[in-house]
């Protein structure tokens, strides 16, 4: 008889599985929050999206979150899901406890006196106070507190240094209260430096390489960038147009290797192991088919899928 393994260890094993979806396809929910594409999750849409902040919070603890576990967003915006920014909360009751604290600290006279007493020191930023910014802010406006402006001349690298973690250079200087343009002059060195547009000319052969074989998804993963700057790079050397040719000409000469996998794996886990889109599998089957190349046993790979649709019941015209 086959022993099955604990439960724990079988939701261990999904998980790597799992996990092995990273950076998927993005979409907003209309909610401000992000939905990321992860067809393999036990918790994921019918369209195969799981909110992204979920993710996150999964990927750096190593499990699963529980249906009743609460991710929480620090600075209130629910787009912005870099792991600093989100605290896990055991339930949706610890949840609102903690903004009641929250909500409560708003009302307190010593930690309003706290705020009245930074804002008029522009030597002080928010990240010094030991209180969250989204609380700082409303305290502020609840009690017209005006937050001086800090002078360029008196921030200091340890400063800026502390606002820049976790941070774009723009929150920085906005929770610094100073335009980014002062941080870019005067502290370019603790910034994160931008690849200039011709980053990728250097390893010109090699992109070309990788993306033929492997596509160019992975070409601009394992580089760093966008799809889109490598596909600006290619049109710049002239070879797009030839490296797409190469792309398709490549799928359609691995027929055997594209049906076998197919046929034992399915379209999803083919096109992840072969680098392709689910879309140019199935277009290269089509082809075959249509050219009389594919095999009896493969013939309802390219059937199409009907509709299930159900249709209305007809009432014979004699009944009225």
């Given at each position: ?152 001349a008196d921030l200091t690298e340890d400063q800026v ?160």
């Open positions: 008889m086959v022993q099955r393994l604990p439960r724990h260890d079988r939701m261990a094993a999904i998980y790597s599985d799992v996990h092995q979806y990273r950076d998927g396809h993005t979409i907003p929910d209309g909610y401000g929050y992000i939905l990321e594409y992860n067809p393999l999750h036990p918790y994921r849409t019918a369209s195969g999206y799981v909110r992204q902040h979920r993710l996150v919070m999964e990927r750096k603890l190593g499990r699963f979150l529980l249906e009743t576990e609460v991710v929480h967003h620090e600075d209130e915006d629910p787009a912005n899901n870099d792991p600093g920014n989100l605290k896990l909360f055991a339930s949706q009751a610890d949840h609102m406890h903690y903004h009641h604290l929250q909500d409560a600290a708003c009302y307190d006279a010593v930690v309003i006196e706290r705020v009245r007493q930074a804002a008029a020191d522009p030597k002080v930023t928010l990240v010094g106070l030991g209180i969250s910014e989204p609380t700082i802010r409303k305290i502020c406006r609840m009690y017209g507190i005006f937050w001086k402006r800090a002078n360029k240094r502390e606002a820049l973690l976790g941070r774009t250079t723009e929150d920085a200087a906005l929770l610094l209260d100073v335009h980014p343009q002062t941080l870019y002059n005067r502290f370019d060195h603790l910034l994160d430096k931008r690849n200039s547009p011709g980053f990728l000319d250097e390893h010109r052969e090699e992109l070309c390489k990788i993306a033929k074989l492997q596509g160019v998804s992975v070409a601009a993963d394992m580089f760093g960038t966008s799809r889109k700057v490598l596909y600006d790079a290619l049109k710049r050397w002239g070879v797009r147009e030839n490296l797409e040719y190469q792309g398709k000409r490549d799928l359609m000469s691995r027929k055997d290797e594209v049906l076998r996998l197919i046929q034992e794996h399915g379209y999803t886990k083919a096109t992840e192991m072969l680098g392709k889109s689910k879309n140019a599998l199935r277009e290269a089957v089509k082809r075959w088919s249509e050219q009389g190349d594919l095999p009896d046993e493969f013939a309802h790979l390219a059937s199409p899928r009907k509709s299930r649709k159900l249709q209305p019941e007809r009432i014979p015209s004699d009944l009225g």
